[in-house]
Protein backbone atom coordinates (compact mmCIF):
# COMPACT_ATOMS: atom_id res chain seq x y z
CA UNK A 1 0.00 0.00 0.00
CA UNK A 2 1.38 3.04 -0.96
CA UNK A 3 1.84 6.38 1.49
CA UNK A 4 -0.58 8.29 -0.74
CA UNK A 5 -3.08 5.86 -0.65
CA UNK A 6 -2.69 5.45 3.47
CA UNK A 7 -2.99 9.24 3.83
CA UNK A 8 -6.20 9.35 1.25
CA UNK A 9 -7.93 6.74 3.82
CA UNK A 10 -6.94 8.01 6.68
CA UNK A 11 -8.29 11.61 5.51
CA UNK A 12 -11.28 10.15 4.41
CA UNK A 13 -11.84 8.48 7.68
CA UNK A 14 -11.06 11.33 10.09
CA UNK A 15 -13.18 13.31 8.40
CA UNK A 16 -16.06 10.66 8.47
CA UNK A 17 -15.02 10.55 12.00
CA UNK A 18 -15.36 14.31 12.62
CA UNK A 19 -19.09 14.31 10.72
CA UNK A 20 -19.89 11.07 12.96
CA UNK A 21 -18.52 13.26 16.03
CA UNK A 22 -20.38 16.39 15.16
CA UNK A 23 -23.51 14.23 14.51
CA UNK A 24 -23.17 12.65 17.87
CA UNK A 25 -22.60 16.14 19.38
CA UNK A 26 -25.73 17.68 17.77
CA UNK A 27 -28.01 14.63 18.83
CA UNK A 28 -26.83 15.26 22.26
CA UNK A 29 -27.48 18.74 22.62
CA UNK A 30 -31.09 17.61 20.99
CA UNK A 31 -31.59 15.06 23.99
CA UNK A 32 -30.75 17.98 26.24
CA UNK A 33 -32.59 20.31 24.88
CA UNK A 34 -35.51 17.89 24.28
CA UNK A 35 -35.16 16.87 27.65
CA UNK A 36 -35.42 20.52 29.25
CA UNK A 37 -38.35 21.42 27.19
CA UNK A 38 -40.29 18.34 28.61
CA UNK A 39 -39.81 19.38 31.85
CA UNK A 40 -40.52 22.87 31.59
CA UNK A 41 -43.50 22.17 29.82
CA UNK A 42 -44.52 19.83 32.28
CA UNK A 43 -43.94 22.21 35.36
CA UNK A 44 -45.59 25.05 33.13
CA UNK A 45 -48.94 22.72 33.14
CA UNK A 46 -49.14 21.46 36.70
CA UNK A 47 -48.85 25.24 37.55
CA UNK A 48 -51.13 25.73 35.02
CA UNK A 49 -53.67 23.01 36.13
CA UNK A 50 -53.24 23.95 39.81
CA UNK A 51 -53.91 27.55 38.77
CA UNK A 52 -57.03 26.42 36.79
CA UNK A 53 -58.40 23.97 39.54
CA UNK A 54 -57.68 26.39 42.28
CA UNK A 55 -61.31 27.31 42.60
CA UNK A 56 -62.55 24.19 42.87
CA UNK A 57 -60.32 23.19 45.63
CA UNK A 58 -61.03 25.93 47.68
CA UNK A 59 -65.00 25.72 47.06
CA UNK A 60 -64.17 21.68 48.46
CA UNK A 61 -62.61 22.67 51.08
CA UNK A 62 -65.30 25.22 52.64
CA UNK A 63 -67.75 22.70 51.28
CA UNK A 64 -68.21 20.74 54.33
CA UNK A 65 -70.89 18.22 53.38
CA UNK A 66 -72.93 20.51 51.74
CA UNK A 67 -74.00 19.96 48.19
CA UNK A 68 -75.16 22.77 45.77
CA UNK A 69 -78.37 24.75 46.35
CA UNK A 70 -81.10 23.31 44.46
CA UNK A 71 -84.65 25.57 45.50
CA UNK A 72 -87.30 23.56 45.37
CA UNK A 73 -90.93 24.46 46.90
CA UNK A 74 -92.41 21.90 49.00
CA UNK A 75 -95.76 23.45 50.58
CA UNK A 76 -97.51 26.25 52.11
CA UNK A 77 -96.36 26.96 55.64
CA UNK A 78 -100.60 27.03 56.37
CA UNK A 79 -101.15 23.58 54.77
CA UNK A 80 -98.81 21.55 57.51
CA UNK A 81 -99.95 22.09 61.01
CA UNK A 82 -97.65 21.59 64.42
CA UNK A 83 -97.23 17.95 64.89
CA UNK A 84 -97.72 17.01 61.35
CA UNK A 85 -95.56 15.57 58.22
CA UNK A 86 -95.51 15.16 54.51
CA UNK A 87 -93.73 13.51 51.94
CA UNK A 88 -91.72 15.20 49.51
CA UNK A 89 -88.76 13.89 47.19
CA UNK A 90 -85.36 15.84 47.25
CA UNK A 91 -82.81 16.61 45.83
CA UNK A 92 -84.31 14.27 42.84
CA UNK A 93 -87.09 12.51 42.26
CA UNK A 94 -85.47 9.09 43.60
CA UNK A 95 -84.69 10.47 46.66
CA UNK A 96 -87.99 10.37 49.71
CA UNK A 97 -87.63 13.30 52.22
CA UNK A 98 -90.03 14.29 55.29
CA UNK A 99 -91.03 17.37 56.17
CA UNK A 100 -92.00 17.56 59.96
CA UNK A 101 -93.66 20.73 61.71
CA UNK A 102 -92.72 19.10 64.97
CA UNK A 103 -94.67 20.12 68.57
CA UNK A 104 -92.93 22.70 69.40
CA UNK A 105 -93.18 24.64 66.23
CA UNK A 106 -90.05 24.13 64.28
CA UNK A 107 -89.50 22.90 61.24
CA UNK A 108 -87.64 19.68 60.35
CA UNK A 109 -86.72 18.35 56.89
CA UNK A 110 -84.48 14.93 56.29
CA UNK A 111 -84.39 11.99 53.58
CA UNK A 112 -86.01 9.54 54.89
CA UNK A 113 -84.50 6.31 54.15
CA UNK A 114 -83.20 5.00 57.13
CA UNK A 115 -79.57 4.85 57.34
CA UNK A 116 -79.82 0.84 58.64
CA UNK A 117 -81.13 -0.74 56.20
CA UNK A 118 -83.30 2.23 53.91
CA UNK A 119 -86.78 1.59 55.09
CA UNK A 120 -88.58 4.44 55.04
CA UNK A 121 -88.58 6.68 58.18
CA UNK A 122 -92.00 8.13 59.71
CA UNK A 123 -92.62 10.87 61.89
CA UNK A 124 -94.43 9.21 65.61
CA UNK A 125 -96.32 12.91 66.99
CA UNK A 126 -96.96 11.39 70.68
CA UNK A 127 -93.23 10.88 70.77
CA UNK A 128 -92.03 13.64 68.78
CA UNK A 129 -89.44 11.32 67.05
CA UNK A 130 -88.78 9.68 63.88
CA UNK A 131 -89.23 6.13 63.78
CA UNK A 132 -88.15 3.24 61.06
CA UNK A 133 -90.73 0.44 62.09
CA UNK A 134 -88.46 -2.11 60.17
CA UNK A 135 -86.23 -2.86 63.13
CA UNK A 136 -87.31 -0.02 65.73
CA UNK A 137 -84.99 2.63 65.05
CA UNK A 138 -85.67 6.00 66.39
CA UNK A 139 -84.24 9.17 65.23
CA UNK A 140 -84.33 12.37 67.13
CA UNK A 141 -86.80 14.91 64.89
CA UNK A 142 -84.75 17.85 65.99
CA UNK A 143 -81.12 16.94 64.38
CA UNK A 144 -81.55 13.67 62.43
CA UNK A 145 -79.53 11.70 65.31
CA UNK A 146 -79.77 8.19 65.81
CA UNK A 147 -81.79 8.17 69.41
CA UNK A 148 -81.95 4.22 69.70
CA UNK A 149 -82.05 0.59 67.64
CA UNK A 150 -79.55 -0.50 64.96
CA UNK A 151 -79.15 3.00 63.07
CA UNK A 152 -75.73 4.69 63.66
CA UNK A 153 -75.84 7.80 61.36
CA UNK A 154 -77.77 10.43 60.97
CA UNK A 155 -80.51 11.37 58.44
CA UNK A 156 -79.37 13.95 55.51
CA UNK A 157 -80.38 16.62 56.52
CA UNK A 158 -82.18 18.96 54.11
CA UNK A 159 -82.01 22.69 54.85
CA UNK A 160 -85.35 24.74 54.63
CA UNK A 161 -86.19 28.39 54.51
CA UNK A 162 -89.48 30.26 54.55
CA UNK A 163 -91.11 32.69 52.05
CA UNK A 164 -93.86 34.46 51.66
CA UNK A 165 -95.44 31.77 53.33
CA UNK A 166 -93.82 29.05 51.06
CA UNK A 167 -91.37 26.54 52.93
CA UNK A 168 -88.96 25.47 50.51
CA UNK A 169 -85.93 23.03 50.16
CA UNK A 170 -82.56 24.78 49.68
CA UNK A 171 -79.92 22.71 50.63
CA UNK A 172 -78.59 19.49 51.50
CA UNK A 173 -76.13 18.09 53.96
CA UNK A 174 -74.73 14.61 54.47
CA UNK A 175 -73.31 13.97 57.43
CA UNK A 176 -71.53 10.67 57.01
CA UNK A 177 -70.61 8.87 54.54
S1 LIG B 1 -83.99 -0.36 58.40
FE1 LIG B 1 -84.45 1.10 59.89
S2 LIG B 1 -83.92 0.15 61.73
FE2 LIG B 1 -83.41 -1.29 60.23
Not at 13 to 30: E, F
Not at 59 to 72: F, H, V
Not at 108 to 131: G, I, M, R, S, W
Not at 141 to 161: C, M, Y
Request: contains cysteine; proline residues 5%.
Amino acid sequence: MSDQNKTGRNQKDTTDDMINLVDNLNRDNDLKYNRRSFLKSAVGASVALGVATLPISIKAMMNDGEEDDLRYEIAKLSDIKKGESLNFNYPTEEEPAILVHTKDGELKAYNNKCTHLQCPVFYEKEEDVLLCPCHKGFFDVNSGHPIAGPPQRELPLIELEVKGGIVYAIGRKIRHG
